[in-house]
């Protein structure tokens, strides 16, 4: 059964940094694209960045200059370092992979709470 488990979430001051970390575990053959998204109650699951495995990434406007995402395949990996943080980052984190069991399919984790006070 593959699974993706989200970890360093957490309560930050505006100003400070978090780093998440996202690990992909099972029968997993290959990943493709690899990276995050965030969701506030009420309102629709926006992207943060995402990943290639071949390294090109995409960033929402918002994150750019201060989110950084990267990855380890070999490890089925993926990380979000996020800099400069501001209240309005608030939201739950989700990870996502178009990963290859028997099939090509994108993949979930649970989320993780990120809080920036003010």
């Known amino acids: 059964q593959v699974q993706l488990v989200e970890s360093g979430g957490g309560l930050v001051q505006a100003g400070g940094s978090l780093r998440l970390s996202c690990a992909g575990s099972?029968?997993?053959?290959?990943?493709?694209?690899m990276g995050w998204y965030r969701q506030v109650l009420g309102k629709q699951r926006e992207l943060v960045a995402i990943?290639?495995?071949?390294?090109?990434?995409n960033y929402a406007d918002s994150a750019k200059g201060r989110f950084t995402i990267s990855r380890d395949n070999a490890k089925n990996t993926v990380y979000l370092q996020m800099n400069s943080l501001k209240p309005e980052d608030t939201a739950v984190y989700y990870c996502?992979?178009?990963?290859?069991?028997?099939?090509?399919?994108?993949?979930w984790g649970q989320g993780t709470q990120v809080t920036v006070s003010s």
């Open positions: 990943m290639t495995s071949g390294g090109s990434a």
């Open positions: 996502y992979a178009r990963l290859q069991t028997d099939v090509w399919r994108p993949f």
């Open positions: 099972g029968t997993i053959s290959r990943i493709n694209d």
